[in-house]
């Protein structure tokens, strides 16, 4: 899979994306987590910024406006570290808690679990574009900006399919195309199995498909 | 999917990016071979790239510039709301003892100088707050004729009995007399009203 996303993100998005060693980032994770315990305020803001390039990749596609994925960003780390505060209060050692905690996992699953909640009938990426369609219009008939138009129509419609999907479908899509995310790491934050996480996003790309319909020409090259 | 039957898995798993070496060697020999199939791939690739996210712009990275201080921000806020009982109990002890202390002196020396008008005025609330009187001061003569009366027995045995009955009767329906309290002013208004009996007859 081309990893078209990836440009211009901060440059931790590595890890945050998953495809660094799984070692060496809980390593980090574990050591920001217990040093977040003991009050070290720092390491708060590291467990953000470490984490912000994913949760921003979770949430931006359910989000109405850049301040709408901030809002749904702020609410995601909230609710983790309030999951990672209970639990590690309830565990008691904090030594041994901090590296038990899954923060990331979590992350996920917050994330997740917010956007089942957050108003998906108007986003900023199904939104339809007839605004900026008159606007290409005026500016020019140059070669080229038609078929732009036609992929910006076919990428609202297909966005809109997207999550009108039913909901673990669209689960599984969204955190394999957007945060990158293995199938490993998706099935335990939707607690399933790699397996079936596998077949629910063949079985999302097949009803996306079908709503494309069928490809003219040479289009799909 | 119009692609051969036992290569759709392999699609499928080219379009998750999740195709093995093995299993991608297989799907290369047999797209090289068939083109409804190459055509096939072709679609699914244009399906998830039309359904996949533009990178974040700009706006979107400027609006997640200062995140983390936000974060801290509602986390602290968030905290202040969970210490919010405590404190809340703590200032209203804190409060009250103020009050008190405030509040006491004041009452000490007012009390025995009151200007004419507030006592005037308490003097109506008291009499608003109090309630009418259940029975007048006895007349001395009525009392006499009383007395009079209680001198015969037969006289008094026969007009307490019915009268000291309804008097209990109205007395406890008189809700906020106490019990005891009512069966005494029951007592007192028969001694009273023997003489309007006496007097009716």
Redesign the interface.
């Known amino acids: ?1 081309t990893d ?6 901060p440059r931790l998005r590595l890890v945050a994306g998953g495809r660094a060693g799984p070692g060496a980032a809980t390593r980090d994770e574990a050591a920001l987590l217990g040093a977040w315990l003991v009050g070290d ?1 720092e390491a ?2 590291e467990l ?2 470490l984490h ?1 390039p994913l949760v ?1 990749a979770l949430v ?2 359910y989000a109405a406006s ?2 709408d ?2 809002d749904l ?2 609410r995601t ?2 609710r983790a ?2 999951s990672a505060r209970r639990a590690i209060s309830r565990g008691g050692a904090v030594g041994g808690a901090a590296a038990a905690v899954p923060f990331r996992r979590w992350l996920v699953r917050v994330a997740v679990n917010l956007a089942k909640n957050h108003r998906r009938d108007e986003t900023r ?1 199904t939104r339809s574009s007839e605004g900026l369609s008159a606007l290409d219009t005026l500016r020019s008939k140059a070669a080229g900006a038609d078929q732009r138009l036609e ?1 910006e129509e ?2 609202v ?3 809109r ?2 999550l009108r999907l039913p909901r673990r479908q669209r689960e599984v ?1 969204t955190l ?3 945060a990158d995310l293995p ?1 490993a790491e998706i099935a335990a934050a939707l607690g399933c199995t790699e397996n079936a996480a ?1 077949v629910s ?2 079985l999302a ?2 009803r ?2 079908a ?2 319909g069928q ?1 003219q020409g040479e ?3 | ?1 119009t692609a051969c039957h036992d290569v759709e ?1 392999l699609l ?2 080219r ?4 195709l093995d070496a093995d299993g991608a060697a297989r799907l290369d020999a047999h797209l090289a071979a068939c083109a409804a199939c190459r ?1 096939e791939a ?16 700009a ?6 510039s200062g ?6 921000a ?2 602290d806020a ?1 905290a202040r709301r969970r210490a919010w009982p405590v404190r809340f109990a703590a200032g209203l002890a804190v409060a009250a003892a103020a009050a008190a202390f405030l509040v006491a002196p004041a009452y000490t020396r007012r009390a025995p100088t009151l200007t004419p008008e507030e006592a005037a005025r308490a003097r109506a609330q008291a009499a608003a707050a109090a309630p009418a009187p259940r029975w007048a001061v006895p007349d001395p003569d009525e009392l006499w004729d009383t007395a009079g009366a209680l001198l015969s027995d037969e006289v008094a045995s026969e007009a307490a009995a019915p009268v000291a009955s309804t008097a209990v009767a109205s007395a406890t329906s008189a809700a906020p007399l106490a019990r005891e309290k009512a069966t005494a002013i029951a007592a007192a208004d028969a001694w009273f009203d023997t003489d309007t009996t006496t007097k009716a007859r």
């Open positions: 899979m078209e996303t990836g440009e211009g993100r305020d708060f803001g953000v910024a912000q921003l931006r596609r850049p301040d994925a901030r960003a702020q780390f909230l570290f309030e990426w992929d076919a990428s419609r297909m966005r399919a997207a899509l394999r195309i957007d199938f596998k996003f063949h790309v097949k996306l498909r709503e494309l490809p289009e799909g090259a | 999917m898995p499928l798993d379009a998750a990016g999740d055509a072709a679609a699914l690739d244009r399906t998830l790239s039309l359904v996949r996210l533009p990178p974040p712009d706006a979107e990275q400027a609006a997640l995140l983390a201080d936000s974060v801290r509602a986390r968030a």
